[in-house]
């Protein structure tokens, strides 16, 4: 029995026994035991694994790694007694969201590296354009620098059509042959006698591209295309079905 005690009315009232109390507490520590019990070494394991990740940054992708495979390892039913799952689920998410902006952050790098633009940089924006091109259109949005890598190849493209642009003349026999490109994408091609007229219009007037390493000419619904070869003072057209006399080395006068 506890302990008899008298109230304020009078009446008298027991105390509980102290060892119902110990006893009570020492059931649900059994109990608690008992149900950490029930989880395997193996599942403790993972549980520790996860526990252990802490705060997701690049260098816990091998942590998060090594908690993924040990939970896979458990066998179906014992996979949900892994309390932390949860925090498993989380840590990748945020390790891939890290991933995304770490190729975000590099694709942004690499077009701040581009620079002044020269046409040496063909191949270096060449390679910006495929890795912004991986990107997803969410990505895609993301990169603040965008614009930057349009406005260099747009750059590029000019100085491509630069590298043409002007007069270029190469005499046979007397007569001067003259290809004229002009910035606005036209071109004319004639001949001149010795005293600087024009005998004829070979392939007229029209308009031309120019992609680097060859020149298409587009006349009356016909276009011509011929491999050309620019240094810094001479065009040379090489010799092609269209061009069948040989390579025609022409030479910049403007």
């Known amino acids: 029995r506890g302990a008899t005690f008298f109230t304020s009315s009078g009446r008298t009232k027991e105390r509980p026994a102290r060892s119902a109390v110990a006893f009570a507490l ?73 991933r995304r902006l770490a190729e975000i952050n590099a694709v942004e790098q690499e077009i701040a590296d581009i620079g002044e633009v020269t046409e040496e940089k063909k ?24 614009d930057i890598l349009r406005e260099a190849e747009e750059r ?51 308009t031309y591209s120019y992609d680097g390493e060859t020149v298409t000419l587009y006349h009356d619904g016909k276009e011509n295309v011929f491999p050309v070869k620019i240094t810094e003072n001479s065009l040379i057209i090489m010799a092609t079905d269209n061009n069948p006399i040989g390579d025609m080395i022409y030479t910049r006068v403007d």
Do not use: H
């Open 26 to 98: 020492a059931l649900l520590l059994a109990v608690s035991l008992l149900a950490g019990c029930g989880k395997s070494k193996e599942v403790r394991a993972v549980e520790k694994s996860i526990a252990s990740i802490g705060e997701v940054t690049e260098e816990t992708e091998a942590a998060i790694g090594d908690a993924r495979a040990q939970y896979e390892a458990l066998p179906e039913e014992e996979r949900e007694s892994v309390s932390n799952y949860e925090t498993l689920q989380e840590a990748e998410k945020r390790l891939e969201e890290l």
């Open 123 to 146: 191949e270096q924006i060449q390679n910006v354009r495929e890795k912004y091109e991986a990107l997803s259109e969410e990505e895609k949005g993301m990169v603040s620098n965008s």
């Open 156 to 206: 590029l493209e000019k100085l491509k059509l630069l590298a043409i642009v002007g007069t270029w003349k190469s005499s046979i026999v007397g007569i001067t042959l003259v290809y004229s490109f002009k910035e606005d994408g036209m071109y004319e091609n004639y001949a001149q006698n010795p005293i600087g007229l024009k005998l004829s219009v070979q392939g007229g007037k029209g």
